[in-house]
Structures are given as structure tokens and as C-alpha cells.
């Protein structure tokens, strides 16, 4: 049950402490990871990238974080099938490493939106996320200016009909495609998300609902 | 040393949010602007054997990290 968990950091991360604490939480051990450094994928049980602005978002969000030394071993454990999940920056990065399909671009209402809002589960995930039910609604937080989820309507189509949508917006915020809130790759092993399960695991946050994608 | 520029901008189908933005607010001081995209210029020096072996260096940067080949495209010019 002691999962060893890796939480990448990158320059520009600020979700780190989050996740270290929701991973915390969950009853698995999290170890920070930084990005100047390659690691050793057999130490850990899975990987987290946590939001932020990595790089200041230069050039595009998330692009200089996916070519980091520490990706190069991420892009090793993902081959390797090891579960890999990223919240908001993370979820950028993963798009950016080609390690998920699509791109994050400007919300389509040019706004940065910061509120509370209602996603649906659409495939659960092996590991963040196993017990979400399909249609389980859940409430967290988003906090993202690029957000909107891009893909082709040949590549949506695809990854709708092979179950890789992990969750989908209620009422769309941004303009994503096909409502996606998040995404897994077709070997279903990384997955990642816009919402901020770590920003919703006591009442107090106003919402616990994130506590089912970080247990296990 | 060649002096190289990648122009890069958001693909026709994908919507240019930065563009309409700045698009509209041409519009609202009342230039004749049917339409504005906003894309990147990325200058770089490049140490190579020739002309073409500096292009293609520039290619190469380019489809690994300055342009996302999904929502944008690119072209490399040389410069003087």
C-alpha cells in the first residue's frame, strides 16, 4: 500500500507542496524529483507532475519542461507502464513530451479562470483514480489561462472510441474539445487533468471529492 | 555563422485567441482590420557548413521545440 511516489519539480512549479501533501494523504510516500537530474524509474511506484508555470510558460505551456533531463527517465517509465499523472502544468507537459495526445492552448474566453467547478468521470484509471465510478461527478477547483483542450476531430474521435477520455466538463469553462477535462494515452498507464484533485481533499477546501484520485 | 528566422504561427483551423484579441481591439479604435493572426519570430545563430546544412539544422530545432506541429506551423528564412 506504501507506494513510492515521484513529484516532479520543475523552475516554476507551485502545486508541488499540494501534491506532496495529498500523495501524503492517500498513505503513499512522496519524494520530490528535479529536473536538472535523471532518476531511476524502478525506485518509485508511479510519478506525479503538479501544476505551476514551469519555465514561465515561455514559448508555449509546458514546452522547455518536456525536454528536461528528468523527462527523459519520466518518458522511460512511461514506455515501461508505470503510472504517470499530471495535474494542470503537468498535464501541459505530458501534451508537450508527446506522451498524451493534443495540445493545451488559450481558454477561448481569453480569461485566466480560477473557480470551483463540476467535472465527469468517463474511465477510470489503474492507479489515480481506480474507484471513480463512470458518470461520477466530482468538484474541485481549475486555475489555468490555457486550458482548452485541441485535438484533431479524427484524433478525438479516436481516443473517445478507445475509452482514453479519463474526465469531462459539466459546463465547458474554456473550449475544450469534446468537453475533456483530462486524458490518458491509448496504454491507459498516464492520464492527467486541467481540475486540481490536490486542491480538494478536506471539506475545508470547500470540496473532498479529490480524494478518490489520489487513492489507491 | 548563419543568422536564421522561424516564423511560427497558429495553424488556420485552430482558433488564434491572441490574434482576435488584438484583432478586436483594432476594431474597436476603428482600423479597417479584417482579420489578425499573432504567430512568433524566433532568430537564431547557427554555426554550419553552408547555407542548406543551417536550414536544416533550424528545421530540425524547430519540429523538436519551437513549433507544436499540432496547432502551429513554421517557416525558416535566412537572414542577413
Not at chain 1, 1 to 22: E, H, Q
Not at chain 1, 66 to 78: C, I, N, Q, Y
Not at chain 2, 61 to 68: A, G, K, M
Request: with cysteine; proline share 4%.
Amino acid at each position: 500500500m506504501s507506494d513510492k511516489i515521484g513529484v516532479l519539480r520543475f523552475p516554476g512549479t507551485n502545486c508541488d507542496w499540494d501534491i506532496y501533501k495529498a500523495v501524503e494523504w492517500s498513505g503513499a510516500k512522496p519524494t520530490f524529483l528535479w529536473h536538472q537530474d535523471t532518476f531511476n524509474v524502478e525506485d518509485y511506484d508511479g510519478f506525479v507532475i503538479p501544476g505551476g508555470f514551469s519555465y514561465g510558460d515561455y514559448l508555449r505551456s509546458g514546452a522547455l519542461a518536456a525536454h528536461a533531463p528528468a523527462m527523459d527517465s519520466l518518458r522511460t517509465a512511461a514506455e515501461k507502464g508505470y503510472p504517470i499523472f499530471g495535474v494542470c502544468n503537468g498535464f501541459q507537459i505530458l501534451c508537450e513530451a508527446g506522451l498524451l495526445p493534443g495540445a493545451l492552448m488559450r481558454n477561448a474566453g481569453l480569461r485566466f479562470i480560477d473557480q470551483m467547478i463540476e467535472i465527469e468521470t468517463q474511465n477510470s484509471h489503474k492507479r489515480f483514480g481506480l474507484k471513480l465510478k463512470k458518470n461520477q461527478k466530482s468538484r474541485m477547483p481549475i486555475a489555468h489561462a490555457d486550458g482548452r483542450y485541441f485535438v484533431t476531430d479524427d484524433e478525438l474521435k479516436k481516443i473517445q472510441d478507445n475509452d482514453q477520455v479519463y474526465c469531462t466538463y459539466v459546463a465547458n469553462p474554456n473550449g475544450s474539445a469534446g468537453n475533456i477535462a483530462g486524458v490518458m494515452n491509448a496504454k491507459k498507464n498516464v492520464v492527467a487533468m486541467m481540475p486540481h484533485p490536490e486542491r480538494a481533499i478536506y471539506e475545508w477546501m470547500g470540496s473532498s471529492d479529490g480524494q478518490l484520485y489520489f487513492r489507491n | 555563422m548563419y543568422k536564421i528566422g522561424v516564423r511560427i504561427m497558429p495553424r488556420a483551423e485552430v482558433l488564434d485567441t491572441q490574434g482576435r484579441a488584438v484583432g478586436m481591439t483594432l476594431k474597436s479604435k476603428g482600423f479597417q482590420v479584417m482579420d489578425c493572426k499573432v504567430g512568433k519570430f524566433v532568430i537564431l545563430q547557427i554555426e554550419g557548413e553552408s547555407p542548406a546544412h543551417a536550414r536544416a539544422q533550424a528545421t530540425k530545432i524547430s519540429e523538436d521545440l519551437l513549433c507544436n506541429t499540432l496547432i502551429e506551423t513554421f517557416q525558416i528564412e535566412e537572414l542577413p
